[in-house]
């Protein structure tokens, strides 16, 4: 947020200004006397947030903005501030170790940016200077410096590139730090710029500096002497961002045009909106519980110390004078001063160490996901990545499900698998095909062994070949093999048949779609050889080499669904190909074509492949030279560029005819149908958003198990929508009535929570909507409309077992993501995906997940966690998520409680010392009590606890229900633990007071005094609190062991040295002896001893009452499951015997009497 | 480079463990996978009926000892406020003045109807005196009370309304000093003959040994306490300077005994504080027998002034301290409920067991 508005200052002078013009190597001829040449800021990057100088009072701000900080520095001023009873060490010694190590944290952090901001700032590059290579320090770039890069380096700021050491004018770069994409991109020079750099005069006009990592508009201007200036037009293409590394070109010259704070990578560097955690939320919840406790304990004993002293002789008896200053003090300040004594006295009933400890371990506990060996993924070399760990228990949360389909669900892995010329289907059989590569299987349209035409079939091929962006990949000697292995894209082709065998070559392209396209023209004898300055080759099935004039590229874009290259033929032909999904094809072809291959396309899809049409039309040259000029002139604009350009695209993309389509395959990822099976079972509800087609997305479902073959499915898409004559608009609202009736109203209730054991004649339901279906019922016409058919669209949803939004654009995927999430009880999401389409739901999900897939990094990057794969998903929510969970919850539960057991004791001595504030426990007890001897154990009690193995959370999904909707953290629950915390500060408290009716308790007849009182109460305390939570621990590593059994060594060693000597400079010395004196008195033993039994009993007998969960048990469980399943069987449908698995409750138990529940 | 994302002071982190560097498997050690050996207790009705009868098989016993020997302590207690006209107290409880340079005396009879055989300990107990008031409970400087000089001189200002007088320090500071528990005990026994015996009282051994040796420190030592403590003044309410309390330089000023004890603040605003031993003096005869007593009480100390009443305790003493059934009692109750629980869970998981059977 700092770089965001530093940024903003530093784009004041410009802010009115739309464009920024940049005088090429500082070319003064061109500049006339009264240009003032404009002021850009220099190429230094501030990532860091903080100087030496404002280092501690800007740190300090920011951490005493959180309001806990904020309570506790309040608290330790109005210690230092008003006479209170314990000193203001005890809350400032805690604060100031968590503002400390925060703090040092914090400098450590950015001690590191500085380091690595100076490493990129200092770092040497080569400037042209009047055409000598001068080397400059990065930071002493300015812009309209002329930059020479090598190869492998990354470029020190944004620059157009002007020449390249490769012939075709073009160098490749990867912008792996940028977002992640690790495949080469190409990049292409500015045309027609002369060889000498240093005679070069030009101009640049470009847009302002703007985030956009792919928009660029600009425009060059180049002076010739005694010619006119020519203008170029630069895009995205021409820019190399600051970050990117140059690969497979030698050198190359840029100019530079953003500088420092104002390239894209630094306007990149934002902080992702905090994400809170619904367990944070109940924290807070609590919180305000204990606040509003606080208060009225300090306000019941304000109020109860002025009765008391109204009395005569209490107030000030003889023994006991007030000073004078006390006296003339006014009595409504000292009520007040004595409302904040009480509330400095309780205050450790909100500790401050609670934070401390989540943050520990969310910060711990995120190790657990890297380090776990499961997630590492051997294909890609890379494990889990956790981007926050604010969020690893809402991975215990999770109810809805939204996931991508390609990528995710699928491998983004393409396969070709058949084609379908003029109507008739092609099927390539493996490596034994014939030597055409041809073989036509039956199809729908079975016409047995017929063929298209030749032409036909070679025009299809040909289109394959050409329309396209894809490149050759040489493996030349500058070429390492490392590179080709980096290529996660790139797929190499090992068919020695087509290939030289020593020459190895890949495809590098943006989608593996068009890979799997030219691989499969080339199985079928045309093979793409590569493209060089403007000119495909292709190999045909003679091996003639082909060549083609590359003329246009009609760039694809999720919106058009569809690309375009205009080529000429070596005969001078003008040909346009495009290829695209059906829907954007089929309107722009001749009709009669269509029908012949629509079979095609639509039985592909339902197969589950993608499908993609192809069309051509020859251009005539007057048709060529509009096309051409129109582009042009489009391409030059600079304002609304993206809009000039389309409608010149729908313009050209006309009147085509069709040639076929294709089908490429996009296998499941490994294990899909199994991990979705298991979320489901766990009760999560799983929804795929995503692009495709819904016959493509539908087939995927079923695949992966989504929807089962009895689900009925509720359609609604434009499909169903055209159904008869009727508006759109009322048969919207039919169906809507009618899906509601059969999925929500005829439905049994489903009971909330519980297990999910059977869903016996529950009817499964699956929804299917497409994008132009659901924006009709986001956006109705009319208002009221609108909010009843969201509302029956939820709850049908939320009826169905799965539901498939297909053709979704990125935003209506957050949509959707943000409708269900802000629906009744604010269910928890987490949206899943491996794209840029992708991040738009991973950001407004409660939780993100990316996969590190082929789709670059980008929803990586956006992730608040990433999987290798999707696999993965299960483990990380039935096994992390739960564990994650039950840790905190208990954690945030034990820790009320323990603070309350804590305070109840101090707050009931009030009553027997006069209400004058006079502490129980010693100043140290107070301060060391939770940072030292109860919260290690807790610690590692949240770090380690596995409450139930991990393998039987992955085996038995059903068990992540349990902690479905906050269960841990209920009212109910807190209640429990508040109670059982007040219990055994009742207990404490009473039980020594008690004993101290006769404070004799020595065998010498020598009495104890009050601070005796308060370290028998303390010692119980801490022995009972850690042992509260012994007892809890059903997973006892030897940390466990080492940490409780040494917290309580550690009270007893300290306890013994604190009251061991007369510590100098203290002014009172009330604990001297006074522990050692506590263990020499037997009756001290037996209190104890009979205190902490008496508050564990309650403890021990739940756990007795409760349906133990330790290895036996779980397998007795198995068992009952068994028989379970086998009465589902024989009797199900006249069902006589119930069984009632409750896994909260006491009992496993059997009636007769009751109908199957679950 | 990325910048580690910092809103609102709110530690996040980004990238923890360092993100997965590419090419690294992560280790195969049973702490990162989570598979560290545990051992994992299963508390079940089996496990846990055993030890509710093992705590009640051991707490009843441990409980009736406990209630048989405090039984056994032979106490007894009066009161000596003088409240009521009736009382031989009330005429010093009611004239009492802080001036009067003559001090009021006043005997009590009482009779003991059984022998006291070990040694008794002769406590003084007060009611509703706070003296774990918090202004009261800090209003001492155990500095100066450890011998510090420079305290000695400048006592600590949690000693105010008590640290200076007429523009003296005052030692021993503070408002527990000055309010130092002033009455003079005595006890005499009647003898069957009429004679009247002074029981001895031992007035060391009731403070703890460490605050009398270590925590308690006259200033330059013992010797010549009047120089020690040149310069400083009395306590306002006390008669004497510090180092007249006693006569044996062992027992005198800070480390004064009956002073140690008093500094010892109480934890309930009724207490007892050990005042003197009657040490027994031979197995043949008991330390107090039975038979007619007077307490001799020269009256100090007041508080009717508070409501608070004042009394002399004279106690046996067992291994388990003074005379409190309270935790005989409880062990008596805990042990019951543990093996009554035990008894009940018993037949729960008894028929429980069975249904099981019959189901599975």
């Known amino acids: 947020s700092t770089i965001r508005t530093l940024n903003k200052k530093k784009e004041d002078p410009h802010e009115r200004v739309d464009n920024r013009t940049i005088y090429i190597g500082h070319q003064s001829s061109l500049v006339n006397e009264d240009f003032i040449p404009p002021k850009f800021c220099d190429n230094r990057i501030v990532s860091s947030k903080y100087t030496v100088w404002n280092f501690l009072p800007k740190n300090l701000f920011e951490q005493f903005r959180r309001i806990a900080n904020f309570y506790f520095l309040i608290i330790f001023l109005v210690q230092v501030i008003v006479d209170t009873p314990t000193s203001p060490v005890t809350s400032g010694l805690p604060l100031f170790f968590v503002i400390t190590v925060t703090a040092i944290k914090q400098g450590y952090e950015d001690w590191l940016r500085h380091k690595a901001d100076r490493e990129v700032n200092k770092y040497q590059v080569t400037v042209l200077e009047n055409g000598q290579e001068t080397p400059k320090e990065s930071e002493n770039i300015k812009v309209g410096d002329i930059v020479q890069v090598k190869e492998n380096e990354t470029f020190p700021c944004d620059l157009i590139l002007l020449q390249s050491t490769r012939d075709d004018d073009t160098c490749f770069v990867t912008t792996a730090s940028l977002d992640g994409e690790s495949n080469h991109k190409t990049h292409y020079t500015v045309p027609d710029i002369e060889r000498d750099l240093k005679s070069l005069n030009a101009t640049i006009e470009c847009e302002q500096p703007q985030p956009d990592l792919y928009k660029f508009n600009g425009r060059m201007h180049i002076y010739k002497t005694n010619q006119d200036p020519a203008v170029r037009s630069l895009g995205p293409e021409n820019l190399l961002l600051k970050g990117a590394t140059l690969k497979n070109t030698q050198k190359i010259c840029g100019v530079a045009v953003y500088t420092g704070m104002e390239t894209k990578m630094a306007l990149n560097y934002q902080g992702k909106s905090q994400k809170r955690s619904a367990v944070e939320k109940s924290i807070n919840a609590f919180l305000l519980v204990y606040l509003c406790i606080l208060l009225s304990k300090a306000l019941v004993c304000t109020t109860l110390k002025y009765v008391w002293q109204s009395k005569p002789g209490q107030d000030e008896p003889w023994y006991n004078k007030k000073t004078q200053k006390e006296k003339d003090t006014n009595l409504y300040l000292k009520m007040f001063t004595d409302f904040l004594s009480f509330m400095v006295l309780f205050n450790f009933i909100i500790p401050v160490s609670m934070y401390v400890t989540v ?800 | 480079m990325m910048p580690t994302s910092y809103e609102d002071g709110h530690i996040s982190v980004s990238g923890a463990g360092g993100g997965s560097m590419p090419g690294k498997k992560p280790e195969n050690t049973a702490f990162k996978q989570q598979r560290l050996p545990a051992w994992q207790p299963v508390l079940t009705a089996g496990t846990v009926l055993p030890a509710f009868f093992i705590i009640g098989l051991i707490f009843i016993p441990i409980g009736i000892g406990l209630y048989v020997t405090s039984m056994n302590i032979k106490e007894f207690q009066i009161d000596y406020t003088g409240v009521d006209m009736s009382s031989p107290c009330y005429n010093c409880s009611q004239n009492f003045s802080w001036n009067s340079s003559r001090p009021c005396a006043c005997s009590l009879p009482f009779y003991l109807d059984q022998p006291y055989d070990s040694n008794v300990f002769m406590y003084y107990g007060l009611s509703n005196f706070y003296q774990n008031h918090r202004r009261y409970v800090k209003s001492r400087d155990d500095s100066q009370l450890n011998g510090n000089q420079e305290s000695l001189k400048d006592p600590s200002k949690e000693c105010e309304p008590y640290a200076w007088s007429s523009s003296k320090p005052i030692a021993p500071c503070g408002a527990i000093a000055n309010s130092m528990f002033n009455d003079t005990l005595e006890l005499f026994y009647n003898d069957p003959n009429g004679s009247k015996v002074q029981i001895p009282l031992t007035a060391t051994g009731i403070a703890w040994w460490t605050d009398k040796h270590v925590k308690f420190r006259n200033p330059g030592g013992n010797e010549n306490l009047p120089a020690a403590f040149q310069g400083t003044t009395k306590p306002v309410n006390w008669h004497w300077p510090v180092y007249e309390l006693d006569s044996d330089p062992e027992n005198n000023g800070f480390i004064n005994e009956d002073f140690i004890v008093w500094m010892r603040t109480a934890a309930l605003p009724t207490f007892r504080k050990l005042y003197r031993i009657i040490q027994r003096k031979n197995n043949m005869v008991p330390t107090l027998p039975r038979g007619n007593y007077t307490l001799e009480v020269v009256y100090n100390y007041p508080v009717r002034s508070f409501d608070g009443r004042k009394r002399v305790i004279l106690s046996t003493i067992s291994w388990m301290g003074g005379k409190n059934p309270f935790l005989g009692i409880a062990y008596i109750t805990v042990g019951s409920v543990c093996f009554l629980l035990g008894v009940v869970l018993l037949i729960i998981h008894h028929k429980y067991g069975s249904r099981n059977n019959i189901a599975t």
Request: hydrophobic share 40%; net charge neutral; with cysteine.
């Open chain 1, 359 to 1158: 943050e520990m371990q969310k910060f711990l506990g995120s190790f657990f996901i890297t380090w776990d060996k499961d997630f590492f993924d051997p294909e890609i070399q890379e494990g889990a990545l956790v981007n926050t760990s604010d969020l690893n228990e809402e991975l215990g949360q999770v109810e809805y499900v939204f996931t991508d389909k390609t990528g995710t669900l699928t491998q983004n892995n393409m396969e070709f698998i058949e084609c379908c010329i003029d109507g008739f289907q092609y099927k390539h059989r493996g490596a034994s095909s014939e030597l055409d590569g041809f073989c036509v299987t039956d199809g729908p349209v079975n016409k047995l062994q017929q063929k298209a035409g030749r032409e036909k079939e070679e025009l299809f091929l040909r289109a394959l070949c050409l329309c396209h962006t894809v490149q050759v990949k040489e493996s030349t000697e500058q070429d390492q093999r490392e590179d080709n292995l980096d290529q996660v894209d790139g797929l190499r082709i090992d068919e020695n048949v087509l290939q030289p065998p020593q020459k190895e070559r890949g495809f590098i392209a943006s989608s593996p779609d068009e890979i799997a396209l030219v691989k499969g023209a080339m199985r079928y004898g045309f093979t793409f050889l590569g493209l060089e300055s403007k000119t495909m080759k292709i190999l045909n099935r003679n091996k003639d080499v082909e060549m083609y004039d590359l003329l246009h590229v009609l760039n694809f874009d999720p919106v058009r669904r569809r690309m375009s290259v205009i080529v000429r033929s070596g005969s001078g032909e003008m040909l346009l190909f495009c290829k695209g999904a059906d829907s954007s094809i089929f309107p722009r072809v001749r009709q009669e074509e269509v029908e012949r291959i629509r079979l095609h396309v639509e039985r592909n899809a339902t197969e589950g492949y993608r499908t993609l049409c192809v069309a051509y039309k020859r251009l005539s040259e007057e048709e060529y030279a509009q096309a051409d000029a129109g582009l042009r002139e489009a391409r030059l604009a600079l304002q609304d560029r993206e809009e000039k350009l389309l409608a010149v695209y729908n313009q050209v993309e006309t009147g085509m005819s069709l040639i076929g389509a294709t089908a490429v395959e996009d296998r499941l990822q490994e294990e899909a149908a199994e991990t979705m099976e298991a979320l489901q079972r766990a009760g999560m509800k799983v929804w795929v958003l995503t692009g495709d087609k819904m016959e493509t997305a539908k087939s995927t479902c079923y695949a992966c198990g989504l929807f089962q073959r009895k689900t009925e499915l509720l359609e609604l898409t434009v499909r169903t929508l055209e159904d008869g004559e009727r508006k759109r608009e009322e048969r919207l609202h039919e169906l809507l009535g009618e899906y509601h009736k059969r999925a929500v109203q005829d439905a049994p209730p489903v009971k909330a929570g519980g297990t999910r054991v059977c869903f016996a004649s529950n009817q499964d339901y699956g929804f299917i909507i497409d994008g132009a279906s659901l924006s009709m019922v986001l956006n109705s016409s009319s208002e009221s409309n609108m909010r009843s058919y969201k509302d029956l669209f939820l709850q049908i949803c939320q009826n169905c077992t799965a539901v498939l939004c297909c053709r979704m654009a990125p935003l209506q995927k957050a949509q959707i993501v943000k409708m269900v999430k802000s629906s009744k009880g604010s269910p928890i999401t987490l949206s899943i995906g491996d794209g840029a389409n992708d991040v738009s739901m991973i950001l407004e999900a409660h939780v993100g997940i990316g996969i590190k897939g082929k789709e670059g990094r980008q929803a990586v990057r956006n992730s608040d966690y990433a999987i290798p794969k999707l696999k993965h998903l299960k483990k990380l929510l039935l096994a992390h998520g739960h564990l994650y969970y039950h840790r905190i919850a208990h954690l945030v539960q034990y820790f009320f409680y323990k603070n309350l057991c804590f305070i109840l004791p101090q707050f009931l001595y009030q009553f027997f010392c006069g209400y004058s504030q006079q502490p129980l426990y010693d100043a140290a007890y107070l301060t060391m009590y939770n940072i030292c001897f109860t919260s290690m154990p807790i610690l590692a009690y949240s770090l380690l606890e596995q409450r139930i193995s991990i393998e039987d959370l992955i085996e038995d999904a059903a068990l992540y229900s349990e902690n479905a909707k906050n269960a841990m953290l209920r009212w109910g629950l807190f209640l429990y633990w508040t109670g059982l915390g007040a219990f055994h500060g009742l207990v404490f408290f009473f039980g020594v007071r008690f004993l101290f009716s006769n404070p004799a308790l020595q065998d010498n007849g020598q009495v104890f005094g009050n601070w005796s009182y308060g370290t028998i109460v303390f010692t119980v305390l801490v022995f009972t609190v850690t042992l509260k939570l012994a007892l809890d621990t059903r997973h006892w590593t030897w940390i466990n062991h080492f940490v409780i059994w040494g917290s309580l060594a550690f009270y007893v060693f300290f306890s013994f040295f604190w009251g061991g000597i007369i510590w100098p400079f203290m002014k009172q010395q009330r604990l001297y002896f006074v522990f050692a004196n506590m263990l020499s008195s037997v009756s001290a033993w037996l209190v104890i001893i009979l205190l902490i039994l008496l508050s564990l009993l309650p403890e021990i007998l739940l756990v007795v009452l409760r349906n133990p969960r330790g290895p036996y048990t779980r397998k007795v469980q198995q068992r009952y499951t068994h028989v379970y399943t086998s009465h589902v069987t024989t009797h199900a449908r006249t069902p006589t015997h119930t069984l009632c698995i409750c896994f909260n409750d006491v009992s496993v138990c059997f009636s007769r009497d009751l109908v199957f529940a679950c």
